[in-house]
């Protein structure tokens, strides 16, 4: 074998201390992040931020009716995180979306029914109900409706949602108000034409009646708010009735200056001036779709 030169012995020095430098600075500055307990935090907040995002980026996939997007991203999460809660209702709430109510009924039954491993949320407690109900699981699908309607019921006066917590509800019935509840106390999207539909399909609902009177209340349309707590009162015992009344007074106002009417409501209800009704869609007119 001939021997190397002088320069090509300094040439190979130099490559392997060329090769040194290369590896040696990436592990002396990235070593630390991996190979430490402060590398682990650093790397454990790096995949939440990725899962956080792609759940975002899931979720908006499926609002847009993407629901094969949606599921990609869920994957993406439950790749490395296969029990990250999020990511699995991601997956039930687009396979729901498909028409999958089998494969969403598993997901959903498990995180929330139970109410062990995941929250109270409103929506997934809704979505449950609703898929239970398309697996023919009507008594379930009541106890999702129920825990909304607890959750809403500080909101609201007890006398109107006692029935559905201490009675037996109509499923139907329990469904509109569990809807209706978080849709009107949050102003959802739609939520006056919604109200309309459910109050023309249970008028005689007092839960109904009452969310109507919150709505107007709002707009300070006290007098037309008056006369639905009375409806809502007629609905229940008297004793129940006269209590919703009472303290309807007390938290509504009654008294005040009513906008509707440009005139003042005494605390009997009585108005010094003739009113106009506020424009609502009318309840009393079947809603098509679309309107």
Known sequence: MAKKTAEQLKREIYIGIGYSVAILIPVAVIGPIFFTSQGKDHRGAVLRWANNSNLMRGSAALEAG????????????????????????????????????????????????PNQTSSNDDEHLL?????????????????????VINNFSFYVDKEVVNPYLDGQPELADARAVANMMPAVLYKRKGYLLALSKALHQFPNDPCLHYLHAYILSSFRHWGEAKEEI??????????????????????????????????????????????????????????????
Do not use: C, W
């Open 230 to 291: 009375d409806r809502a009162a007629s609905e229940l015992s008297p004793e129940a009735g006269a209590r919703l009344q009472f303290a309807a007074g007390s938290r509504f106002g009654f008294d005040r200056l009513d906008h509707g009417s440009r005139g003042v409501i005494d605390k009997n209800g009585k108005f010094t001036v003739t009113r106009y009704k506020m424009a609502l869609p009318n309840r009393d007119v079947p809603i098509q779709e679309g309107r």
């Open 66 to 113: 993407d629901t094969r997007r949606a599921k990609a991203y869920s994957q993406a999460v439950l790749q490395f995180a296969g029990t990250d809660n999020g990511a699995q209702l991601l997956m039930a709430d687009a396979l729901q979306a498909e028409g999958k109510s089998a494969r969403a009924y598993a997901i959903y039954h498990r995180l929330v029914y």
């Open 127 to 147: 979505r449950f109900g609703a898929v239970a109900e398309a697996v023919g699981k009507p008594k379930e699908a009541l106890v999702a409706y129920r825990r």
